[in-house]
């Protein structure tokens, strides 16, 4: 396994609709690497959350592990989110792909979503809290949205700001 380097804001790749995957492809050695690399590189940054653009690869497919020991990893291929729920849940967000920034952003408490997982095995799940925000995080990063872009325009600059001076400072 290797790491993968992340690109960040603002490169133009993050604002692109990713492109769905050929299930086929799923079998393939290169595409299984792809995905550990990216567990590996994940890990190592560290986050809790994935997607593929975000390490320069427009195609819809993302992994997530919100577990505390790092043991519950989980991959979406073509996910798409089937139901929202309608209560709502505020969350601290950050984004490995603009370091050092962190937002409240609020999201639908619980979801369904459909995939298909690395071996191209359709599931569905329904999920809540912690695990529920990461993914609509990483669906969004499929879809070129950022966590940013929920805030509102002066917390939006405040937070861009904030990331010019992290990165002044190295």
């Not at 995957?21 to 290169?30: H, N």
């Not at 690497?33 to 975000?54: C, H, N, S, V, W």
């Not at 020991?69 to 073509?78: D, S, Y």
């Not at 940013?148 to 990331?163: Q, T, V």
Request: with cysteine.
């Amino acid at each position: 396994m290797s790491l993968l380097p992340i690109i960040e804001y603002p490169d133009p790749h993050l604002r692109e609709r990713a492109a769905e995957v050929d299930p086929a492809l799923l079998a393939q050695p290169a595409f299984q690497k792809r995905l550990d690399d990216m567990f590996e590189t994940m890990y190592e940054a560290p986050g809790i959350g994935l997607a593929a653009p975000q390490v320069d690869v427009l195609e819809r497919f993302m992994i997530v592990d919100v577990s505390e020991e790092r043991g519950q990893p989980l991959v979406f291929v073509n996910p798409v989110i089937r139901k929202r729920s309608e209560a709502l849940r505020a969350h601290q967000e950050g984004c490995l792909s603009i370091p050092g920034i962190y937002a409240e952003v609020t999201r639908a408490d619980g979801i369904e979503v459909e995939a298909l997982d690395r071996h191209g095995k359709a599931f569905t799940m329904r999920v809540d809290g912690l695990l529920a925000t990461c993914i609509q995080h990483e669906v969004d990063h499929l879809d070129g949205k950022l966590f940013i872009d929920y805030l509102s325009p002066l917390k939006r600059s405040m937070a861009l700001k904030k990331l010019a001076k992290l990165r002044k400072r190295g």
